[in-house]
Structure formats: C-alpha cells, structure tokens
C-alpha cells in the first residue's frame, strides 16, 4: 500500500443561519432549508462548538475565517481591507492604508442598498474611473473591485484608522447621518465621500440605470481600515500540507494569497444567490 497522507475538506457556510425568523415559527433560513446531505453529516459526525473570535475582537468573517485557517487574528490580523486588497494585487507601502469602498445607494438620507441593487462590474468600474480622475491624486486611489466591492487607498493615512467606522449593510433603512464616520481620523473619509455624491449623481452610468428602473449608486461608503499585513508563515510551512481553495469573496482569496494556498478558479462561483454550487 502507498503512503499517501489523509486529505482534509473544509467547507466554511460563512453566516447561512441567520437570526431566527418570528414569521417562520422562530426558526432560521438554516433550520427551513432542504439540505439533506448537511442533516446527514450533522447526524452522523461529531458535533463541536468552537470560539473562532478572540475575546474582545470584534466579530467579522475575516477574523472567524482567519482562525478556522489556523492563524491567530490577535497576532495577523490589521483590518479587512488590506486582506481584499492583497487579493486585487494591491500592494500597500509603509504608511498606506486600505479602506473597503461600497458604492451604495441613499434615499431620502437614509441607506437604500449597500450594492447599489448589486451594480454590475462594468458599471461600477466605469464610476471608479471617474472617481480616480475627479478626485484621485499621489495619495489617494481608487481600485475597482467585483460589484459594489472596491477598495481606497490612503497614502500617509494611519490617522484615518482612528474613526469609528460602519458597514453599511449592518444600517438598511436607516439614516445615515447617524453611522457616518466619526471621531478621530475621520475628516478626511468624510470628505471623500462628499465629494464622491455629485460625481455619481450625474455619471452616465446612473442616469441610465435610473432610467431603467434601476437602483443607482449615490455615493461611497468607506470601512473597514487597516495597514499593510504582516507577514504570514506560508500553510504548508505551518502545517506540512498543501491547500487549495474556492471563493466567491475576495477576503478568502486574499488570506489565501498571504498564505500560499492555491485558489481554484471556478467559472460560476460568486458570493450571491446565483452562485454555481455544483460546480464549485
């Protein structure tokens, strides 16, 4: 017989519970769903609870999926955006910062879509674009990502990762006025998502979107700081075992390009409801 080591299959259904629905008989999307082969691992395996988030770490995919990866977020961990940047190939200089950048959508001051109505990359791209010739310079850039998702780079920015900043889909339907960034360190985000507003208000891209019934993209929405990472001992150094992964969500394949995995590219997979499932 060969000595070939044992293979390991991680699935990861990053937030499929939810919260439990009173208009469902105070059960979760989980509990509804027709999922016959998880019921049957569920039964027949080993059932565990694990603390994937450190005590007094807030609690985000990122740090959950960092350490279901066996890297401790208290010593790797600097934010999210760096992570999704590193995935764009963006590379962060001494000093520079990384900030999530949603296009979203505003109604009457308060959030109408953290997607803008899931605009397309060809939109999106199309704004980021302009954004980067009305309002970008030597310190300040923007990277277009997939979707609403992109990315804001800050040269000489650390001060900016003072303020309190929040997600935008953590506040639907409510005023904005009341979660834009505050404190120390955030004038500066503040100000560019001013000035982002005009911009995409007359952009080609939204006219016609609103002409088409569609859901326009008002303004960005900047969160989700942080520095250049640290250096990350590569998976098969930590563990002697070599990975690959799939993901529609760009913060999974930016830990796995810090830790040298290989990331299967899957026509099909996103991180929405059309994700291709069988062949992922």
């Given at each position: ?9 991680v699935l ?107 605009i397309t ?160």
């Amino acid at each position: 017989m060969g000595s070939e080591r044992m293979k390991y299959f991680v699935l990861i259904i990053d937030g499929a519970a939810g919260w439990p629905l009173e208009e469902r008989g105070g059960k979760t999307c989980l509990e509804l769903a027709q999922k016959p082969h998880l019921d049957a691992m569920a039964r027949e395996g080993l059932v565990g609870l694990a603390r994937t988030v450190p005590e007094g770490m807030e609690p985000s995919s990122a740090c959950a999926c960092m350490s279901i990866m066996g890297y401790d977020p208290r010593t790797y961990f600097s934010g999210r955006g760096p992570i999704e940047a590193k995935s764009m190939g963006i590379q962060l200089e001494g000093g520079e910062v990384a900030f999530r950048c949603n296009t979203v959508a505003v109604r009457d001051g308060k959030m109408w879509s953290f997607s803008s109505g899931h605009i397309t990359d060809d939109e999106s791209h199309a704004i980021i674009k302009s954004l980067n010739k009305e309002m970008g310079d030597e310190r300040i850039r923007f990277h277009p990502g997939v979707g609403y998702r992109h990315i804001c780079t800050i040269k000489d920015g650390e001060a900016c990762l003072e303020a309190i900043c929040t997600p935008p889909h953590d506040i639907p339907d409510q005023p904005i006025a009341d979660f834009l960034p505050h404190g120390a360190g955030s004038e500066l985000l503040l100000d560019l998502m001013e000035q982002s507003k005009p911009i995409m208000e007359n952009h080609p891209v939204n006219i016609a979107r609103k002409y088409q019934g569609k859901i326009p993209a008002s303004m960005i929405w900047l969160f989700w700081g942080g520095r250049r990472v640290p250096d990350f001992p590569s998976f098969n150094e930590r563990f002697g075992l070599k990975a690959a992964m799939t993901s529609g969500v760009g913060l999974l394949e930016g830990l796995a390009e810090l830790t040298e995995m290989a990331i299967l590219e899957i026509p099909g997979v996103t991180d929405n409801i059309d994700n291709d499932y069988a062949a992922q």
